[in-house]
Nanobody, 125 residues
Framework: QVQLVESGGGSVQAGGSLRLSCAAS????????MGWFRQAPGKEREFVAA????????YYTDSVKGRFTLFRDNTENTVYLRMNSLKPEDTAVYYC??????????????????WGQGTQVTVSS
């Protein structure tokens, strides 16, 4: 069983920045593909970004490309999502997800086995 704990959410004005963290209890953390998803009120949960378990590839949904950046620290079992130039439409609960040896289909919710509890990000205009 893998436990994921997100932190770093908060309220910022448009144009501001936040860094989300996701700490995993997983053994062999480096074998897990780590993803970030978000869910705005009244909307379905959607893919934001993913970091492949090999560490070689990062994937972003189009709406965050150039603004959000993923980092992972396998020595700390943590993945980070740096969010710059935030917009009101980025307001959502952000969830961290993990799947061991996931190689492809990164944007699918069903591809991930473990989920965190979520952290709220609110961007005001």
């Amino acid at each position: 069983q893998v436990q994921l704990v997100e932190s770093g959410g908060g309220s910022v004005q448009a144009g501001g920045s936040l860094r989300l963290s996701c700490a995993a209890s997983a053994r062999a953390f480096s074998t897990y593909t780590m993803g970030w998803f978000r869910q705005a009120p009244g909307k379905e949960r959607e893919f934001v970004a993913a970091f492949s378990f090999s560490g070689a590839s990062r994937y972003y949904t189009d709406s965050v490309k150039g603004r959000f950046t993923l980092f992972r620290d396998n020595t700390e079992n943590t993945v980070y999502l740096r969010m710059n130039s935030l917009k009101p439409e980025d307001t959502a609960v952000y969830y961290c997800a993990a799947a061991q040896y996931l190689n492809g289909n990164y944007s699918s919710l069903d591809a991930y086995d473990y989920w965190g509890q979520g952290t709220q990000v609110t961007v005001s205009s």
